[in-house]
């Protein structure tokens, strides 16, 4: 696995050392690894993966309320609306929180083996755990052994990557899965949709963003790139375009591309390498990869 492709799925990013052009959200602590839209602030995994924080506008930047006093590591966090959870590990077990800003609204678990949880467009959490499909804190009785999972709108269908890293479908309702796509390398399909319609968009180990047709599987490459983020408001998809030197990013760049494939470059800063994209109300921010900065992008 090259660098591009590990700092793809960890986005391990160092101590902040400049200033940045982000000024409604007051941030000045440790570098910033994972960046989330929560309601219409951001959560933030600072580096080291033991925390999180919540970013408003106007105000100071705050933790949210571990059940512990810390926790020895955390996924990456999902939301929906004031909603939000994440899967942490503490003293070799994992529990999901479901929290919002200001509390923790609910713990499941410990488990042995806690996945990322997940929203449907109800509001429903699922994860997987100890090999199994959870709903909202219960088993669905369903074999499921994948850590990283994506839950269509409906709460239907499931998509993850099997150790063939090919696509594959599992149907909530009678527990039954079968292979979607292949012929890629992909991890991470996401499930999003666009004018009425649910596709599922994916990276892959070969450096590309392609999307996947629900209905029969094709494959369509849309971009060279990676961390794929689904601006709702351009219906475009955020990505980055970053190169390195086998050791540490050089440079990076954040682009838009469509689901027809017309893709646009939106930074042009050769001394800032973006990364890890995100848009909150209508606004792209991103994390800033040699010093682990909050940055604000112009589009």
């Known amino acids: 696995m090259n660098i591009l492709t590990a700092l793809s799925v960890i986005a391990f990013i160092s101590v902040p050392s400049v200033d940045t052009e982000l000024t409604e959200f007051q941030y000045n602590g440790s570098g910033l690894a994972l960046i989330t839209p929560f309601d219409s602030g951001i959560i933030t995994i600072p580096w080291g993966y033991g925390s999180a924080l919540y970013l408003e506008r106007g105000n100071t930047a705050r933790y949210i309320p ?7 590591c955390c996924s990456a966090p999902s939301s929906h609306g004031n909603s939000a959870a994440i899967c942490i590990n503490r003293d070799g077990s ?7 800003p200001d509390s923790i609204l609910e713990v499941y678990g410990p488990f042995l083996r806690g996945g990322r949880p997940v929203f449907d467009n109800l509001g429903n959490i699922w994860f997987t755990a100890d090999g199994f499909l959870y709903r909202n ?5 369903i ?39 292949s012929g890629y390398r992909f991890y991470n399909p996401i499930f999003l949709t666009c004018g009425g319609t649910t596709i599922i968009v994916s990276s892959t180990l070969e450096g590309e963003i392609v999307s996947v047709s629900t209905a ?53 800063s050769s001394g800032i390498h973006e990364i890890h994209p995100i848009a909150v109300d209508g606004k792209v921010y991103a994390i800033e990869a040699v010093t682990g900065s909050l940055i604000s992008v112009s589009d």
């Open 137 to 141: 804190g219960i088993s669905t009785g």
């Open 216 to 268: 029969d599987g094709a494959c369509t490459s849309l971009a060279t790139g990676s961390q794929p983020f689904w601006w709702e408001e351009r219906q475009a998809i955020l990505y980055c375009v970053t190169s390195d030197d086998g050791h540490q990013i050089t440079s990076g760049e954040i682009w838009t591309v469509t689901l027809e494939g017309v893709s646009r470059q939106i930074t042009f």
């Open 143 to 181: 074999e499921l052994e994948f850590h990283t999972i994506s839950i269509d709108p409906s709460g239907y269908r499931v998509a993850f990557c099997d150790r063939g890293d090919r696509i594959c479908i599992l149907d909530t309702a009678d527990g039954e899965f079968s292979v979607l796509a």
């Open 66 to 72: 571990w059940p512990w006093d810390e926790s020895r």
């Open 94 to 100: 994992d529990c999901i929180l479901l929290f919002s």
